[in-house]
């Protein structure tokens, strides 16, 4: 289902990739299964279903994709443990929209659950799922990502981008900056050191995707963090940070991995709860 919504002079349309599973206790880190189980569902081999939600921008001089999901090109291992539901084309379609129709797309960082539809194989090659698209990611994203570390090696999938960086049709970001008019990257790290959400603002109203930092509405507590995070205490820090903007300024949060929610508005009460608006 296609949810959408009017933002300013901005539409915007949250498209799903599909829903792939993870590890329960990865995915809420050191948060206890008894504290964690009441917010999803967990099956036999405590994994929780987790969302690809991408979000279409139409501002009216631009078709803007914020994340790609999963994409087709996953190995048959890593398809034996996530699955690879690959319903982004699909979804795209059933919003009247084709690859030929994007012109900008944004990766919030270089996982492989985040910009795998960047790129299609075809014979031996890797190419532009969107042909016609200028693509941006963090610099700093895919500098690590080259490095293969023991860590994280696995999340770094170099067929995703590196053909684009090759010809030039990824624009590598070093920090905060605008993309086009009323869409704007900044810096969130704790994910990754060099994780951006995307901020979208028209005609006084905000929205903004803001990827790992806070993967679903079940992650709003500020050390409900995941396994996953490199440096924890900074998720800690920049969830602090977005809050003390997003709440009072009453910016709509956008939920990259949420299976059901693909955004929301925040409220915090006077002991600091932080909930979704209803």
Not at 93 to 98: E, K, M, Q, R, V
Not at 132 to 138: E, F, S, T
Not at 256 to 267: E, R, V
Request: hydrophobic share 40%; net charge negative; aromatic share 10%.
């Amino acid at each position: 289902m296609l949810h959408t919504l009017n933002l300013g002079d901005f539409e915007l349309i949250a498209v799903s990739d599909g829903i792939y599973r993870l590890d329960g206790g990865a995915f809420f880190g050191v948060v206890p299964k008894l504290l964690w189980q009441k917010k999803t569902t967990v099956d036999e081999n405590n994994r929780v279903p987790v969302g690809l939600n991408s979000v279409v921008v139409r501002t009216g001089e631009h078709t803007v994709l914020i994340e790609t999901g999963i994409g087709n090109k996953l190995p048959e291992k890593l398809i034996a443990i996530y699955g690879q539901p690959a319903q982004l084309l699909d979804g795209l379609s059933s919003a009247g929209i084709a690859p030929d129709d994007v012109d900008v797309v944004i990766n919030t960082h270089l996982h492989f659950d985040h910009c795998g539809w960047n790129t299609v194989r075809r014979g031996n090659q890797y190419v532009a799922t969107f042909p016609k698209a200028r693509y941006y990611a963090p610099a700093g994203e895919w500098r690590h990502g080259q490095r293969q570390l023991e860590r994280d090696a696995v999340s770094y999938m170099s067929a995703n981008y590196d053909p684009l960086v090759d010809t030039e049709q990824m624009q590598l970001l070093e920090g905060d900056q605008e993309i086009v008019p009323g869409i704007s990257v900044k810096l969130f790290p704790g994910h990754t050191r060099y994780m951006q959400a995307v901020i979208v603002h028209s005609a006084g109203q905000t929205a903004c995707y803001i990827s790992d930092l806070i993967p679903t509405t079940a992650h709003l507590d500020l050390t409900w963090v995941m396994a996953y995070d490199l440096f924890p205490l900074e998720t800690i820090e920049s969830r602090k940070r977005f809050y003390s903007q997003a709440i009072p300024d009453k910016w709509l949060t956008m939920f990259t991995h949420d299976p059901q929610i693909p955004w929301a508005y925040l409220t915090q009460d006077e002991r600091g709860k932080l909930a979704i608006a209803r």
